[in-house]
């Protein structure tokens, strides 16, 4: 298998205008004039009316890789999909595919809504590069994976927006493609069929496919990716193993005023995983907090615990130090050990600290994070929690027998 780059992306610059409407002449002639009196611009200068989108990107995507991008809305994450995918041409730099390009992205949006399923299944087949032999031949297995079978020769307009969605995916997701550029299409359909897709793309990915992917299911970067960018306002501002740029971004996420952690009495610098990795569901592991009390300081004196399951989003754990028998001291440095056991399902996690106050019931200050992948443990589950079950075996033998009046009968009886 070669080692040279199917996806290139070198010193990229993308900027837009932003929209100026004129709806009279009078408004018009003088904007004109302003344009023909103003400097043009250097090669880094912008004009009034215009931002960079993508400032100076650069990234290589090998086959056997998986390149995660992540960052807050207009980050330029879709921005830089669709210069990969020449839906956009760059301002500076330049960008390259080698091969057919698998685009899941928007991936109902090319439907003609007068054309039937199977009528749409031919028509974007032939527009991602698809013979129509080939289209033929795959034709059922795209329309089994989208699970409308019933409804392939209604037109489109009639599909809800669910069966619109796993149709596109499901055309896109079956072209044997040489790349896979990936836009948050795993939150598509139900729960059932989301997983469906992540199945499929995962298969993919192992199959050597180079794959850029990018989505705010954080777990989904974790579990597909190699490596992975945080962008933010168009820049890189960090790169390396997708749990390193997931932590990054969880840190610029947490709440917390940034003016008051200048003044909390308590400084929080590390949190550290001290335990042995994996970590399994069902067993416990041992972190340990870092910081120290500034005593000349008012305010809360106390630290909050959190595990954020990064699936959704949604916190699954929360409590204090104190509330777990742990008093921070009065001044001076501290180290705190906490020690959590993982009754959760398996999946990505985030462990989050704070500065815990407890007149407004929130984090005054936030703290370092660490992200861990929880495996599954010696008791298989499934669901969101581990109850830790028990189940006792107390009889064996026949069913009693009925007496024919929807009751059983006891005793000897007659015979």
């Known amino acids: 298998?070669?080692?040279?780059?199917?996806?290139?992306?070198?010193?990229?610059?993308?900027?837009?205008?932003?929209?100026?409407?004129?709806?009279?002449?009078?408004?018009?002639?003088?904007?004109?004039?302003?344009?023909l009196a103003r400097r043009a611009p250097s090669r880094r200068e912008l004009s009034g009316e215009e931002f960079w989108a993508v400032r100076d990107v650069s990234f290589e995507v090998r086959p056997g890789e998986a390149l995660g991008i992540l960052g807050p809305n207009g980050a330029g994450k879709s921005t830089i999909l669709k210069l990969l995918t020449r839906i956009l041409v760059p301002t500076r730099g330049a960008c390259a595919i080698t091969g057919r390009a698998g685009a899941l992205i928007e991936v109902a949006a090319g439907f003609h809504p007068d054309l039937t399923g199977r009528e749409n299944v031919f028509l974007q087949g032939a527009i991602l590069g698809m013979k129509r032999t080939e289209i033929a031949r795959r034709f059922d297995e795209i329309v089994a994976f989208a699970e409308i079978e019933s409804f392939i020769d209604t037109p489109v307009k009639r599909y809800s927006n669910g069966m619109n969605a796993r149709l596109g995916f499901a055309i896109a997701a079956h072209i044997?493609?040489?790349?896979?550029?990936?836009?948050?299409?795993?939150?598509?359909?139900?729960?059932?069929?989301?997983?469906?897709?992540?199945?499929?793309?995962?298969?993919?990915?192992?199959?050597?496919?180079?794959?850029?992917?990018?989505?705010?299911?954080?777990?989904?970067?974790?579990s597909l990716c190699t490596h992975a960018l945080l962008l933010d306002r168009g820049q890189v501002v960090r790169r390396g193993s997708p749990t390193e740029c997931i932590e990054a971004y969880l840190e610029r996420e947490r709440p917390g005023d940034p003016a008051a952690s200048a003044v909390s009495p308590v400084v929080l610098d590390a949190l550290v995983l001290t335990s042995a990795l994996p970590v399994r569901a069902g067993e416990r592991s041992q972190f340990r907090i870092s910081g120290s009390v500034h005593g000349d300081r008012p305010g809360p004196r106390d630290c909050s615990l959190r595990v954020r399951?990064?699936?959704?989003?949604?916190?699954?754990?929360?409590?204090?130090?104190?509330?777990?028998?742990?008093?921070?001291?009065?001044?001076?440095?501290?180290?705190?050990?906490?020690?959590?056991?993982?009754?959760?399902?398996?999946?990505v996690y985030s462990l989050e600290i704070g500065v815990w106050d407890h007149v407004?019931?929130?984090?005054?200050?936030?703290?370092?994070?660490?992200?861990?992948?929880?495996?599954?443990?010696?008791?298989?589950?499934?669901?969101?929690?581990?109850?830790?079950?028990?189940?006792?075996?107390?009889?064996?033998?026949?069913?009693?027998?009925?007496?024919?009046?929807?009751?059983?009968r006891s005793g000897s009886g007659r015979t």
């Open 1 to 35: 298998m070669t080692t040279e780059p199917r996806i290139a992306f070198h010193e990229v610059w993308k900027k837009f205008a932003r929209g100026e409407l004129h709806d009279s002449l009078r408004d018009l002639i003088p904007a004109a004039a302003r344009r």
């Open 176 to 222: 044997n493609p040489d790349v896979l550029v990936i836009d948050e299409v795993l939150s598509v359909g139900d729960m059932r069929f989301q997983q469906k897709a992540f199945d499929r793309i995962q298969e993919m990915c192992r199959s050597g496919i180079p794959v850029v992917l990018v989505s705010h299911q954080l777990d989904r970067i974790a």
């Open 309 to 347: 399951a990064l699936s959704t989003g949604r916190l699954v754990f929360t409590a204090t130090a104190s509330a777990c028998g742990a008093t921070l001291p009065a001044q001076g440095p501290f180290e705190l050990d906490v020690d959590l056991q993982f009754n959760v399902a398996p999946g």
């Open 360 to 408: 407004t019931h929130r984090d005054l200050a936030s703290g370092p994070g660490v992200t861990l992948q929880v495996q599954p443990g010696a008791l298989a589950f499934s669901g969101t929690a581990h109850l830790l079950p028990r189940a006792q075996l107390v009889a064996i033998g026949t069913a009693p027998r009925s007496n024919g009046a929807g009751g059983t």
